[in-house]
């Protein structure tokens, strides 16, 4: 570890969980805008480890661009299929009256638009282009494993924050977002480096996501 790695992975993570904890909840975007800037984020995220000299391999996105199908699609279906039972396991507890932080589309935006557009850019591509690729990259050079997964689950995590409400929606719901999200990073993570790349965990977080909107959606309907 050298002293200049470690400050570059805290002010990176630092300045993702301002700008997702402070700077955006005080914005008046609309979902579309909020949407294509938070893909704007995880895009230039990479660009600029890039710059900075951090590599392709390091990011996790160079087998992304050459690809290997076979390996990458049998691991993201068959990753998928975790994903998909346990979305359903939160689809039955969500009907028992406790929806947690289940994403749910706004009443005024079609479900098409929320699982095609707005799940895919400004959660998938932003959060692994930002998280599983730049900042846990920049913590694999300032920490050895497994303290820097264990800090980038971590910052994952706190990353949720004000989408779970802020703390002024109960200590208890913040606390089990953040615990949530960090052991999701943790999978999305161990799938990054076990096919070395970003692809499997993009897949497996589309799937949850996107798979907990329709519960969520469907389960509005009944209700």
């Known amino acids: 570890m050298t002293r200049v790695a470690f400050a570059t992975a805290v002010a990176a993570s630092a300045a993702a969980l301002t700008w997702n904890n402070i700077v955006v909840p005080r914005q008046q975007w609309g ?88 799940i895919p850019l400004g959660t998938v591509v932003a959060e692994e282009l930002l998280f599983r690729a730049t900042i846990n990259a920049l913590w694999w050079r300032a920490l050895p494993d497994p303290w820097s997964r264990t800090v980038g689950a971590a910052v994952f995590g706190l990353w949720h924050i004000a989408p779970a409400g802020g703390w002024g929606a109960g200590g208890s719901r913040v606390v089990a977002t953040v615990g949530a999200t960090a052991l999701a990073g943790v999978g999305f993570t161990a799938l990054t480096k076990r096919y070395d790349s970003v692809l499997a965990a993009a897949l497996v977080h589309y799937v949850v996501n996107a798979g907990g909107a329709v519960i969520a959606h469907v389960s509005s309907l009944e209700s």
């Not at 909020?34 to 000299?53: D, E, K, N, Q």
């Not at 299929?81 to 009907?95: E, K, M, P």
């Open 31 to 118: 979902w579309r805008t909020r949407t294509i800037t938070h893909a704007g984020v995880g895009i230039g995220a990479v660009l600029c480890a890039r710059a900075a000299g951090v590599t392709s391999r390091e990011l996790h996105v160079d087998t992304a661009m050459k690809l290997r199908p076979r390996y990458q699609v049998a691991a993201g279906i068959a990753a998928s299929g975790l994903a998909a039972a346990a979305v359903v396991s939160t689809g039955i507890a969500s009907r028992s009256g406790d929806r947690g932080t289940t994403p749910q589309p706004e009443p005024e935006r079609p479900l098409a638009e929320w699982v095609l557009f707005h």
